[in-house]
């Protein structure tokens, strides 16, 4: 979903691939813009998930190279993931969110992750091997266009991805029909609390940097129930424009964007 001052889908979705695919090749961490200051390649991953939400014992169980300090709120806290269950994860990095999850649904279940990038697939395959986890595999594909069969998986998980999509009724449908009857969707996402200043929307670091391509809650409520879903339910996190701030210093754009955790269910 893009209005006519924004630049094209292809161009959004190329800038994005490219500033993704640059954290993953180069071994950075953080939302690629200039948030790290001093701090090491370790430190500033653990501090930013720590303020997104998840517990010492998340960041710790996750294989090492996983965590990049990407996101903006932890889905974990909505999924209410069981064993067995199946799960995929949209824009899944280097597999953060997806080791996880794979802990949580045991041998059992299985997670899937989903990314655009080439260089993210990689690295998480790699991440993957290395830490033995065998019940998640890492699937190249865009989210509008998600390489899973129709009613396949228990929940589709996503974090501070959907933002990114040019195209994000299209997110929504596509969730929908991978779901099996009676699936979750839970979802931590940038959204919009006023309008974005013009030029933030011409900005394409600002719009890889999950911020200029927010939509309003009323927006995200309304593709969700376009698309079939109900009990939809979004919940602002505490503490979120501290994480914005860090993600676009000095731009203040904590004024107009925070990060929320977006839930609904599939009848």
């Given at each position: 979903m893009t209005d006519q001052t924004s630049p094209a889908?292809?161009?959004?979705?190329?800038?994005?691939?490219?500033a993704y695919g640059q954290i993953a090749s180069e071994g950075r961490t953080g939302?690629?813009?200039?948030?790290?200051?001093d701090a090491s390649a370790t430190e500033?991953?653990?501090?930013?998930?720590?303020?997104?939400?998840?517990?010492?014992?998340?960041?710790?169980d996750a294989p090492e190279g996983s965590n990049l300090g990407l996101g903006c709120g932890n889905?974990?806290?909505i999924a209410s993931l069981k064993s067995g269950e199946i799960v995929v994860d949209l824009?899944?990095?280097?597999?953060?969110?997806?080791?996880?999850?794979?802990?949580?649904?045991?041998?059992?279940?299985?997670?899937?992750?989903?990314?655009?990038?080439?260089?993210?697939?990689?690295?998480?395959?790699?991440n993957a091997r290395a830490a033995g986890v065998a019940n998640v595999s890492f699937r190249l594909g865009e989210i509008e266009h998600l390489p899973v069969a129709d009613e396949s998986a228990d929940i589709v998980m996503s974090n501070c991805v959907i933002n990114l999509s040019p195209e994000k009724p299209q997110v929504f449908h596509e969730a929908f029909r991978v779901?099996?009857?009676?699936?979750?969707?839970?979802?931590?996402?940038?959204?919009?609390?006023?309008?974005?200043?013009?030029e933030a929307k011409q900005?394409?670091?600002?719009?890889?940097?999950?911020?200029?391509?927010?939509?309003?809650?009323?927006?995200?409520?309304?593709?969700?129930?376009?698309?079939?879903?109900?009990?939809?339910?979004?919940?602002?996190?505490?503490?979120?424009?501290?994480?914005?701030?860090?993600?676009?210093?000095?731009g203040k754009l904590e004024d107009y964007v925070i990060s929320a955790l977006i839930e609904a269910r599939k009848p």
């Open positions: 889908p292809d161009k959004l979705r190329d800038a994005v691939r490219d939302c690629g813009c200039s948030c790290s200051g500033l991953p653990t501090r930013l998930a720590s303020v997104m939400g998840y517990s010492a014992t998340e960041i710790a889905p974990h806290a824009g899944s990095g280097a597999g953060f969110d997806c080791f996880l999850a794979a802990r949580q649904v045991g041998e059992s279940g299985e997670v899937i992750g989903v990314d655009m990038t080439p260089e993210m697939i990689t690295k998480a395959r790699e779901l099996r009857r009676g699936g979750r969707l839970a979802v931590a996402d940038v959204i919009a609390t006023a309008p974005l200043p013009e900005d394409l670091e600002a719009y890889a940097g999950c911020v200029s391509g927010a939509a309003v809650a009323e927006q995200i409520e309304s593709l969700l129930a376009e698309a079939g879903f109900v009990d939809s339910r979004i919940t602002p996190l505490s503490g979120s424009r501290e994480l914005i701030r860090e993600y676009s210093p000095g």
